[in-house]
T-cell receptor, first 113, second 112 residues
């Protein structure tokens, strides 16, 4: 069965600091990879996705992620965080097409002024 | 706004009761997924329907069931509710082969 590991449970950063959230998945076949964000009290929104091609993908709000196949990783990065990035971030994977998502446990990001 | 709608937004009920959660997918999306989000279990996949047919099942309890209607909206039925069923229930929909899912605002269920 597929699984997704997010190593950081809670990350606290000052504004303008750089962010990197780790995500590893366990599945040997072809996968689609996603990062979703959940702002307090809101639903999940897609930040970015990787299906194939360039392993460095850019998403909304200045986020990017790099797919490293050999490491089964899909880490999320942002060069300079803002207070408004305070949210929970979920890494997810599926096997493509119309298949369910398997989510990591999430990483709570708190950005302080 | 993802285009996926869910009703009701909040639901408070008692143990042993039965509730129905409703989801309308984005226009044109044939797949509907139900997920449960709780503090201890995180986000877990429950069940998927594709164009009216059950497609995949995850960690869904026997007390829970779902269906997708001809107009593609879906309902999740939760019965014999227990305190531990209190959670956020999300519906998501997707269209095609790329697998990107769009999530609704969720229904927060509180079982007292």
């Amino acid at each position: 069965a597929q699984s997704v590991s997010q190593h950081n449970h809670h990350v606290i950063l000052s504004e303008a600091a750089s962010l990197e959230l780790g995500c590893n998945y366990s599945y040997g076949g072809t996968v689609n990879l996603f990062w979703y964000v959940q702002y307090p009290g809101q639903h999940l929104q897609l930040l970015l996705k990787y299906f194939s091609g360039d392993p460095l993908v850019k998403g909304i709000k200045g986020f990017e992620a790099e797919f490293i196949k050999s490491k089964f990783s899909f880490n999320l990065r942002k060069p300079s965080v803002q207070w408004s990035d305070t949210a929970e971030y979920f890494c997810a994977v599926n096997r493509g097409g119309n298949t369910p998502l398997v989510f990591g446990k999430g990483t709570r990001l708190s950005v302080i002024a | 706004d993802s285009g996926v709608t869910q009703t009701p937004k909040h639901l408070i009920t008692a143990t042993g009761q039965r509730v129905t959660l409703r989801c309308s997918p984005r226009s044109g999306d044939l797949s509907v997924y139900w997920y449960q989000q709780s503090l201890d279990q995180g986000l877990q996949f429950l069940i998927q329907y594709y164009n009216g047919e059950e497609r995949a099942k995850g960690n869904i309890l026997e007390r829970f069931s779902a269906q997708q209607f001809p107009d593609l909206h879906s309902e999740l039925n939760l019965s014999s509710l227990e305190l531990g069923d209190s959670a956020l229930y999300f519906c998501a929909s997707s269209q095609g082969r790329l697998g990107e899912q769009f999530f609704g605002p969720g229904t927060r269920l509180t079982v007292l």
